[in-house]
């Protein structure tokens, strides 16, 4: 049994039950084994609204691809001064009020998980803290805390 913190538990949480990702999926994304993901599962869904899970996923493509602008070039990408891709924001996300862009790498995981948001106590980390490569396989969804965890930790290994 490998032990999970709380903190993943937290966002495991989240993605079973505002998404339609299979424990694989959920799995690569959070980067950790099936088997906590799976448990998880057990604990929050009973065996009927398991399969009915399943199904609904074998059903539905995810949001992204369904959304009539998925894929269409939202204006032009820019830099913000931090570095991060910004891209025009889609009709479909509901993050950034105020805002008419949004983080490139944000929605590149909001349409891969079929939400419209990225979840408030949540960000998306760069695997090769390349902060312009967006490619799914680079991104990772994270808590605030461990993300800041993880940082501070790189942070002393460049510093040694
Ligand atoms: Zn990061």
Redesign the pocket.
């Known amino acids: 049994m490998n032990k999970i913190t709380e903190d993943k538990e937290k966002l495991i949480d989240l993605l079973l039950l505002t998404t339609n990702k299979t424990t694989t999926e959920i799995s690569n994304i959070v980067g950790i084994s099936r088997s906590p993901i799976n448990r998880r599962l057990a604990k929050l869904f009973t065996k009927e609204e398991r399969i009915k899970r399943r199904n609904k996923m074998l059903s539905i493509s995810t949001m992204g691809e369904r959304n009539p602008n998925f894929g269409k070039k939202q204006g032009k990408k820019h830099f913000n001064s931090e570095g991060y891709i910004m891209v025009g924001k889609p009709s479909w996300y509901t993050g950034r009020e105020s805002s008419n862009t949004v983080f490139e790498h944000h929605l590149v995981m909001c349409e891969f998980l079929g939400i419209t948001n990225i979840p408030s106590e949540c960000?998306v980390?760069?695997k090769d803290?390349d902060k312009t490569n967006n490619s799914l396989d680079n991104l990772t969804l994270?808590t605030f805390s461990e993300?800041t965890a993880?940082?501070r930790c790189l942070q002393k290994e460049i510093s040694l």
């Open positions: 960000c980390h760069h803290l994270m993300h993880l940082h």
